[in-house]
Nanobody, 124 residues
Framework: VQLQASGGGLVQAGDSLRLSCAAS????????MGWFRQAPGKEREFVGV????????DYADSVKGRFTISRDNAKSTAYLQMNSLKPADTAVYYC??????????????????WGQGTQVTVSS
């Protein structure tokens, strides 16, 4: 199983970025797809998740209204659209796939497979 995250970069505050997470060797529709991030010196934190069917998503309060997760099951790819970026969004972003109960959606223990991470840097 491989999750390949891409799309990170250096942007200015207020800009947008779209991250992609391409899955391989995985029955994509069986997995909830989550996004987490980790800033230097901080623990990995939940950003958002989309349910395996794509109909339900959830977000951390810090990104709600600015970030949107989607998925294309035909392409086995999940996306994280990030708008109105802030310097506080600077982190390495990780995608993850899991089958845990929805109640575990915001915990790292709810995910079995992880991508390698992509750096997002937002300058002020």
């Amino acid at each position: 199983v491989q999750l390949q995250a891409s799309g990170g970069g250096l942007v200015q505050a207020g800009d947008s970025l779209r991250l992609s997470c391409a899955a391989s060797e995985l029955t994509f529709t069986n997995y909830n797809m989550g996004w987490f991030r980790q800033a230097p010196g901080k623990e990995r934190e939940f950003v958002g998740v989309i349910r395996r069917t794509g109909g339900i998503s959830d977000y951390a309060d810090s990104v709600k209204g600015r970030f949107t997760i989607s998925r294309d099951n035909a392409k086995s790819t999940a996306y994280l659209q990030m708008n109105s970026l802030k310097p506080a969004d600077t982190a390495v972003y990780y995608c993850a796939a899991g089958q845990a109960a929805w109640g575990s959606r915001s915990s790292v223990v709810g995910y079995k497979y992880w991508g390698q991470g992509t750096q997002v840097t937002v300058s002020s």
